[in-house]
């Protein structure tokens, strides 16, 4: 280091330093959400020591759910209650998913807040989605505290009260204010880390020799704090009841995480949670250094049937409208298909082990702000466009379509017809594009940031559409899948085999030498 470096004080605690910098580098973090444990194991009950399926619940959290660390098996003991037979457990030949992508901008909800047309009026009401997969980004400003400092869980929280409430509008669980303790998980810091002790931004420059990172932080924010999340990696077993509820009374939180501002949560109808199994989680960040997170994926693996894995992941790309700023994009795209890792429960034979990548996958969707703009485009040319509705005229300048179809990036991948206006960027509260204000400072040329995209045989995208929400300067997207399952009896079949080198880069849209 420098001589010119700060030195820390001696009041200056090096356990503590220690303790946040091993949380900006994510260096394990095993941990997330879900309500099975609640409905198998009752209202506050603790599990046993001596259970053999590994799972340490270590308290309540987010949505009344349970909090899960290192989970192999969440099955519960036959002395928790019997578990439902597999007869009256088997999920159909087609399974209906909802899938939404929502950029909200940093703001938290309010209790009046309805996101219920978005989520319930685009699809029939005789048949409802079996899962639901919604990922949001920036559920928290991305400054400095929230990207390099403890996590506030508190926005998080309250998006699962009101998914929750918009799923189950007849449950009676439910109530219809924010329970006033949800102020309990705004933060994440570590006890002997208190709001006086927390290391500052300068500290992390001196620390890390006054390295220049104001260039890796978002072009359209403000600089950001939180847990980096770059590599960590849960496993939650069997989601299984031991409480059946008859099929269209309401949905179950399958599993959600948090990695600063992006926020991926699955919900499962109840009579189909004990058909899925192997439920896991794997972050990784591609924002400050490379590796912090307030740019990145979540991905939620998991297994239906035992037979069908499904994969969902959810990305903030890197921002940017300057020309080569999509090359940013492709490399977050490269490095999250090439860093993520499921873990894998090595004691398993073979032919019942679940991926460990994202293309070892039967059926894979990838949402979120993509953050591909439109290229060669004037506001006033834009404008033009916009008023004659001439949606597929902007989309010959579509970066995202581009760089596929010159095989840059999502080699392999599929997305729906796009028949829907640009969904960013608005002003607030309002339905007028930044791109027609005076003001040059917060100006954006309109696009789609904001997309869905899948991979796998026998998925048919039956919708897709956006939100007319103006609490973002985003719109919702959000499309409706109907995929097949294996049937029950290919639940033995070997594991798609790793992708080789030369197929993973064809999947990405590279060359095998650059990937």
């Not at 959000?478 to 030369?502: E, I, Y």
């Amino acid at each position: 280091m420098r001589k010119g470096n700060a030195r820390f004080s001696k009041s200056s605690s090096w356990p503590r330093t220690k303790t946040v910098v091993k949380k900006w580098l994510n260096l394990k973090n095993d941990e997330f959400h879900s309500d099975c444990i609640r409905e198998s194991f009752g209202q506050g009950g603790r599990k046993s020591c001596s259970d053999k399926d590994d799972s340490l619940l270590t308290g309540r959290d987010l949505s009344g759910g349970w909090l899960v660390e290192s989970s192999e098996n969440l099955r519960p003991p036959a002395r928790y209650g019997s578990q439902p037979s597999s007869s009256s457990c088997q999920p159909p030949k087609e399974l209906r998913m909802f899938v939404g992508t929502w950029n909200v901008g940093g703001r938290s909800p309010h209790q009046g807040l309805d996101i219920s047309s978005w989520l319930l009026d685009q699809q029939p009401e005789s048949s409802p989605a079996h899962i639901y997969v919604l990922g949001f980004q920036e559920i928290v400003p991305l400054n400095a505290g929230n990207v390099l400092g403890a996590e506030d869980k508190g926005p998080a929280y309250k998006w699962l009260e009101l998914i929750r409430r918009a799923l189950n509008p007849s449950c009676s669980e439910r109530s219809q204010s924010f329970p006033n303790n949800y102020g309990r998980y705004a933060t994440e810091a570590s006890p002997e880390l208190s709001q006086k002790d927390r290391i500052s931004f300068s500290d992390l420059l001196a620390m890390e020799d006054r390295l220049s990172m104001a260039s890796e932080l978002d072009d359209d924010s403000e600089p950001s704090t939180s847990n980096p999340e770059s590599s960590s990696e849960e496993e939650m077993g069997d989601v299984a009841t031991t409480r059946r509820r008859p099929a269209g009374q309401g949905y179950r939180l399958a599993g959600s995480k948090q990695m600063v501002g992006i926020f991926l949560c699955v919900w499962v109808r109840a009579d189909l949670m004990p058909s899925i199994t192997s439920l896991r989680v794997s972050c990784v960040g591609r924002g400050i250094m490379g590796y912090m997170g307030n740019k990145g994926s979540i991905s939620i693996s998991l297994t239906v049937q035992g037979s069908t894995t499904i994969c969902f992941v959810c990305t903030h790309l890197a921002s940017g409208e300057k020309d080569g700023d999509e090359v940013r994009r492709n490399s977050d795209v490269v490095q999250i298909l090439k860093r993520t890792r499921f873990t894998r429960r090595l004691f398993l034979p073979a032919a019942a082990r679940s991926p460990e990548t994202i293309l070892e996958h039967d059926k894979i969707i990838w949402l979120g702000d993509l953050n591909y703009r439109l290229t060669g485009s004037s506001c006033g040319d834009t404008k033009e466009l916009l008023e004659r509705n001439d949606w597929q005229a902007l989309l010959e300048k579509d970066q995202l379509r581009m760089e596929q179809k010159e095989g840059r990036v999502f080699g392999g991948w599929e997305e729906g017809r796009i028949r829907f206006p640009p969904t960013y960027k608005y002003l607030a509260d309002s339905d007028t594009y930044a791109a027609v204000t005076s003001s040059a400072n917060k100006k954006r040329t309109p696009a789609w940031c904001d997309r869905i995209l899948w991979r796998g045989s026998g998925m048919e995208q039956l919708l897709y559409a956006r939100g007319e929400s103006r609490f973002s300067d985003h719109r919702p997207v959000n499309s409706l899948f109907s995929v097949q399952l294996a049937a029950a009896g290919d639940n033995l079949r070997l594991l798609r085999p790793r992708a080789t080198q030369t197929e993973a880069a064809a999947a990405i849209g590279l060359g095998s030498s650059r990937f």
